[in-house]
């Protein structure tokens, strides 16, 4: 922390250094008025990413940074509408132009694209749909792949066939309703985003990342891991042209680095800025649009402590936090208080809905009520080290309501083993998820069960969900989602936090780039000004 | 002959080290918490489902099963798979492993070419203002931090006069050697740092010493000059335990390399490591130890060598 806000001191030094002598910046406030003119085309974009991508392979891919890079390589059978700023996005046409759902909503027939040919030129058609499908379902197929099946089984368990109708026609039939399955395919992770058959049969399943292959408007040049991934202009893509020739996306772990990477010209666009470092970046010029991602930051109950089998326990806890105070002291306002599992720009969101409100005294009646007075009840707050300070901010609200709490603080992957597998006294853990399709409820309510939630403990939520997830009736599909979030915001499973409205960065010179209310951008809409 | 037999027997001998750095590094990544499944999907995915990833990635194996199919991926596989980014193990290694080295020797140059000259001129003066001027230069940077140091030269260098590049190692576009040179001065600086200042001071008391030896005191009464005398005779004299210190500070430096990837975002095997450790990407972090282990023991043996052939009253028969 202290290098960081360091940084920021520099920064601003040598922003009003830069503002005192008058001399020019390359990526600095000067260039904003010639910047809105026509689009351009050429140039290299530079992306400075915050992860290392996993796999570059659309059925094994996982990991938001992963898809801001492989979505220019591969589509989906739909995509997201990109441009939405506010959400819940439309579900468009990619590489499917129409598609409907038999009356029992358990069989899906898609038009496919025709005229769309892979990187490599060969044709997209249902045959190579086939083949995808077959490589995640089925275990008869020479390619199926065992690690993609198991990731895509979430939805595609219940798949039952996927049959070739003719050369643009594909149909999917599943053993129970699945009128979410649009919108999931339009996804980023665990779902059937398509690459090129042709890749797995020439390299086999595991080579398929050295050399990724899709429809999509960039093509893959090469990839040093630890460094860079380059894509170039697909010269034959089926859709707009895309404006950049080249885009570099260079991984860049390190917060400061990343910044100062950006302020030196080096970088066009970064993900994750911190908080502290927006004023610094729109005092020198940047761009740093507002908006939200579909996702939310979110505290769970470790259910393997007894303490917490009370829902007056868990409603306690969820009084005693003053979530807006939270926004504005540890997000320096640049993040909105969430109420409800499912976040903002999920198809089934509904901003109005309240949890429990924050009221100290109230949740000190509960606890008390619950056999809890002060000092009675004492836990740990396990954090990965980078949300050590929220831990202590929590610490300090909890202390008001006469809860003590001890943190925990460790590296990533001993947090989430410890998170995921925890011990008797630790009490509360966090993570950072969502999306903009009403199953994540699902996703979400799942990786609770890792945290010794037993799902048979509330059947109300399992069969709310149940019944969500499944319903042939396409009126009533959002309303059941609803009311199955409504079903586990009362049992108090879950503390929804913040959502972030800050999140990208962008020079000066960097025109067309839209925040969309998902997780990811189109940056073949991207341009860059003189 | 004989020294080529005993480099051969220490070659020999790295055989049952590395043997036991490949146990150890196994066993360390997988008792402790965590794998690299559930760190990837536990949030999303339930209980049931992430054995069933585990299942298809080998994982749910008996540890020593999995020790030997790693060992023997060593040898024939490249390393094994990568679990998280799904490729062979030394491709993801290997360019960034050179990376470290061009980094490294880096290093090692600015070390040992400020550390000798500062140590040197301490020592010729000594007790004058230019050793106690270095000396206080010395004992400052000793304890700066690599990272804070580092992030120092990003604000001066590179954000404020703009003379250098923040991070990486080349431009947009791509550029030659000059701009490779650009973008190590500062990492390599940064690198060299707390190596260098210790070196400086070990050649400062070496010449100190050396100073107050009869030899010394005699070719200076008999108006040797200073240079001369210092190169001739001192620097021979004091160049075998220099070199044991370089050799020594090599390991050092490449721990300090690993820091300074991270703040200059050095694409090496630092950078490599640090990422497979946060996924708990077994493959990749054994290989990348293994790697570094060699590393070690094979510094340790040139230097030896070195140090061998630069001091007679230590060479074999």
């Known amino acids: 922390m202290r290098t960081n806000r360091w940084l920021g001191v520099g920064a601003a030094l040598v922003a009003a250094a830069v503002v005192l002598s008058g001399c020019s910046n390359p990526a600095g406030a000067e260039d904003t008025q010639a910047a809105a003119g026509e689009p351009q085309y050429g140039g290299d974009l530079v992306v400075g990413l915050y992860l290392e991508p996993l796999a570059l392979d659309p059925h094994r891919q996982g990991y938001w940074e992963t898809y801001r890079v492989s979505n220019n390589i591969f589509e989906g059978l739909t995509r997201e509408d990109t441009t939405d700023t506010t959400g819940p996005t439309e579900i468009q046409p990619a590489l499917a132009t129409d598609w409907s759902v038999s009356d029992d909503g358990t069989t899906w027939t898609f038009d496919l694209r025709d005229g769309v040919t892979f990187h490599d030129g060969s044709d997209w058609n249902a045959e190579a749909l086939d083949k995808n499908v077959r490589r995640i379902s089925d275990p008869t197929y020479e390619f199926y792949d065992e690690s993609s099946a198991a990731k895509l089984k979430q939805w595609f368990g219940t798949l039952t066939s996927g049959t070739v109708v003719d050369d643009d026609t594909y149909q999917f039939a599943f053993s129970k309703p699945f009128l979410g399955f649009p919108r999931i395919l339009a996804q980023s992770m665990a779902t059937l985003t398509i690459g090129n058959p042709a890749v797995w049969e020439q390299y086999g399943n595991d080579g398929f990342a050295d050399h990724p292959e899709g429809t999509g408007p960039y093509k893959f040049v090469s990839r040093t891991v630890g460094d860079r991934i380059e894509l170039e202009k697909n010269e034959e893509y089926w859709g707009d042209e895309p404006y950049v020739d080249t885009i570099t996306f260079r991984i860049i772990p390190n917060n400061q680095t990343r910044l100062a990477s950006l302020l030196s010209g080096e970088l066009d666009l970064i993900s994750y800025v911190q908080p502290e470092d927006v004023e610094t970046l729109e005092a020198q010029g940047f761009q740093v649009p507002e908006g939200t991602g579909s996702s939310l930051l979110y505290i769970s109950y470790n259910f393997t402590n007894p303490a917490f089998e009370d829902v007056r326990v868990r409603q306690a806890l969820i009084h005693g936090l003053d979530r807006q105070k939270l926004a504005d002291e540890l997000y320096n306002g640049y993040a909105e208080p969430q109420y409800s599992f499912q976040p903002p720009g999920n198809e089934a969101y509904d901003p109005e809905v309240r949890d429990f409100e924050y009221d100290p005294e109230k949740a000190i009646a509960l606890l008390e009520e619950a056999g809890y007075g002060e000092g009675d009840l004492a836990f740990t707050i396990v954090v990965d080290v980078a949300n050590q300070n929220t831990a202590e901010w929590l610490q300090s609200q909890y202390k008001e309501i006469g809860v003590d709490v001890e943190i925990v603080s460790l590296d990533r992957t001993s947090y989430i083993a410890r998170a995921y597998g925890p011990e008797e006294n630790d009490g509360l853990s966090l993570d950072e998820y969502g999306g903009t399709y009403a199953e994540w409820l699902s996703q979400g309510f799942a990786g609770l069960a890792g945290k010794g939630l037993d799902p048979a403990d509330f059947p109300e939520i399992t069969g709310a969900i149940d019944a969500a997830a499944s319903t042939a009736d396409p009126d009533a599909r959002i309303d059941l989602w609803k009311s199955a979030e409504e079903t586990l915001r009362n049992e108090a499973v879950v503390i929804p936090t913040v959502n972030l409205t800050r999140y990208y960065a962008l020079g000066s010179n960097v025109e067309g780039f839209v925040w969309p209310a998902t997780n990811w951008y189109d940056l073949s809409k991207v341009w860059l000004a003189d | ?317």
């Open chain 2, 1 to 317: 002959m004989g020294t080529l037999k005993h480099i051969g027997w220490r070659l020999v001998n790295i055989l049952p080290v590395l043997l036991i750095v490949s146990v150890l590094t196994f066993l360390i990544g997988r008792l402790t918490p965590g794998d690299p499944i559930q760190g990837q999907y536990a949030r999303t995915f339930s209980p049931e489902q992430i054995e069933g990833i585990r299942d298809a990635y080998g994982l749910n194996l008996p540890l020593w099963q999995q020790y030997v199919k790693w060992i023997g991926d060593l040898f024939v596989a490249g390393g094994g798979r990568s679990i998280v980014q799904e490729a062979p193990v030394f491709d993801i290694l290997w360019p960034n492993f050179l990376n470290t080295l061009v980094l490294t020797a880096a290093g090692v140059l600015i070390c040992a070419v400020v550390g000798i000259a500062i140590g040197t001129v301490a020592g010729a003066h000594h007790r004058r203002f230019a050793d106690r001027f270095s000396m206080l230069f010395v004992q400052v940077g000793s304890n700066l931090s690599v990272y804070w140091f580092g992030l120092i030269l990003i604000w001066i260098f590179a954000l404020q006069l703009k003379w250098l590049p923040v991070s990486g190692m080349q431009s947009r576009g791509g550029g030659g050697f000059g701009d490779l040179l650009a973008h190590l001065i500062l990492p390599g600086i940064s690198a060299a740092l707390i190596s260098m200042l210790v070196l400086a001071r070990f050649v400062r008391i070496g010449i100190v010493q050396e100073k107050q030896s009869d030899y010394y005191k005699t070719f200076a009464s008999q108006g040797a000059g200073g240079l001369s005398l210092l190169g001739k005779h001192v620097g021979r004299n004091i160049l075998p335990p220099v070199v044991n210190i370089i050799g020594l500070e090599i390991g050092t430096l490449i721990t300090g390399v690993l820091f300074v990837e991270s703040v200059f975002n050095w694409p090496g095997i630092g950078t490599q490591l640090l990422n497979a450790v946060n996924g708990k990407d077994y493959p990749l972090i054994q290989g990348g130890v293994v790697l570094i282990a060699l590393c070690y023991l094979v510094v340790n043996l040139v230097t030896d060598v070195a140090v061998d052939a630069l001091n007679p009253r230590l060479r074999r028969r």
